[in-house]
Every structure is written in C-alpha cells, then in structure tokens.
C-alpha cells in the first residue's frame, strides 16, 4: 500500500491563480480530511468528508473547496490563492475503530504539499 | 468545541534524559488522545494512542498518561535518543470526530 499520497509536493502560485491539491489514499479508508500547517500554528482542519459525496466544513474553510466523488481522492480546491494561503497543506484518512461507546479514528497522513503564493 | 493546549513549544534535553510533553483539553466528551510525531519535511506519524477507558499506556521508551479527571494527557519518553528529536502534537478526539490538534512541541535530544 503507499497509503496517503499528495501531489505536487511544492507549487508557487501568484495571487489570485487557483489550483487543485491532489490527494489519495489506497486504504479504503472513508474518512479523508484536509488540514493546513502554519509556523508554530499546528494542524487546523480545513474540509473534511466522512464519505463518497459527502463533505463538511472544518475551523479554516474560507477560500477552500473540495469534493469526494470517490473513495480514493479527496481534491482541494483553492480559487484566487492570497498570500494568507502560504502554508504546508496535508491531506489525511482514517477509518472508524473500536466498539461504538468507545469509537475512534486513527489518522493516516501524507508527506503534504509546501505552497506559496506571491 | 474542543480546544487542546499543548506545553512547552519547545524543549531540549541531553541524550539519555527523558523528555515530558503535556496536553490539556477543554470537551470533557472527548475520548480519544493520541500523539503525532513529524519529522523535518514529511507528515505526522502516530506514535502513540491512548483511550479514555485506560489511564496509561506504554511502548517501549514511549509512554502517555491521561488524567480525565484535569482533562489532562502527558506524552513521556525515556532514555531520549538523537532520533527522537522532532515535533509532536498530542490531539483530541470525541468518537469519530476530526482530531483538534495542540500547536506542537519541538523536541531537541543533544548528544
């Protein structure tokens, strides 16, 4: 299995281009989620999906969209990148565990992609 | 929502010392902590989880305690390694909701 893979690893974009983060996952996991990393800022969830054709919103959404039209891939869709959008984005899935009381989703990340937008 | 606090940001210790990272987290609902390790480049790796049915757990020189009671969670490692330097985020989860990460520590293991 190669797990969560994400492309392009780095992409310099200037303001106002859009672009599409690839993401896939061969574990058949259904839970896919998109987080961004900022400098000493942590993981912040940007979309998530529980499912094929299903997708919600996370803590950072705003100039972001995705889609879920397979198990596999999970997009993200950046429209007029900002400068504020300069971040290492990571794409990760996980699948539900244990018995229902006690549930929990172990999370698989990607290698991330590193862009920046000027 | 959840929110997870994570001490120190950074911490450095002498090859051979142990290292103690500490969480705090504010849903009492939730369930589920684990901890990430991120090397320099690549993605977060999960190192060790623990359940809130279980007040410590422990792998080899990795260890995670968790206190529900403070709704807190410590991260210990032993005998602390070169290798072991990197940043770890703990996290927090309520059953199959997205993981609410702490903003990471960056672990340096001087030789």
């Known amino acids: 299995n190669a797990g969560v893979t994400q492309t392009p690893k780095f992409r310099i974009l200037k303001i106002g281009q859009s672009m599409t983060l690839q993401c896939t996952q061969d574990m058949n996991h259904n839970y896919m989620y998109w987080y961004r990393q900022d400098p000493g800022m942590g993981l912040k969830l940007i979309y998530y999906?529980?499912?094929?054709?299903?997708?919600d919103k996370g803590e950072v959404p705003n100039g972001y969209n995705v889609s879920r039209s397979t198990t596999e891939d999970f997009p993200l869709r950046l429209e007029l990148a900002a400068p504020s959008q300069t971040s290492v984005y990571f794409c990760a899935s996980s699948y539900p565990q244990g018995a229902a009381a006690y549930s929990y989703n172990e999370q698989f990340f990607g290698p991330g992609t590193r862009l920046t937008v000027l | 929502g959840e929110n997870v606090e994570q001490h120190p940001s950074t911490l450095s210790v002498q090859e051979g010392d142990s290292a103690v990272i500490k969480c705090t987290y504010s849903?009492?609902?939730?369930?589920?902590f684990p901890w990430y390790k991120q090397e320099l480049g690549k993605g977060p790796q999960l190192i060790i989880d623990?359940?809130?049915?279980?007040g410590e757990k422990k792998d080899q020189r990795i260890a995670v305690t968790l206190n529900k009671t403070a709704k807190h969670f410590s991260l210990h490692i032993t005998e602390t390694q070169p290798e072991d330097s990197a940043v770890y985020f703990c996290a927090a989860s309520e059953g199959n909701t997205p993981l609410v990460f702490g903003k990471g520590t960056r672990l340096s293991v001087i030789a």
């Open positions: 849903d009492s609902a939730s369930n589920y």
């Open positions: 623990i359940r809130s049915n279980v």
């Open positions: 999906s529980v499912g094929a054709g299903i997708t």
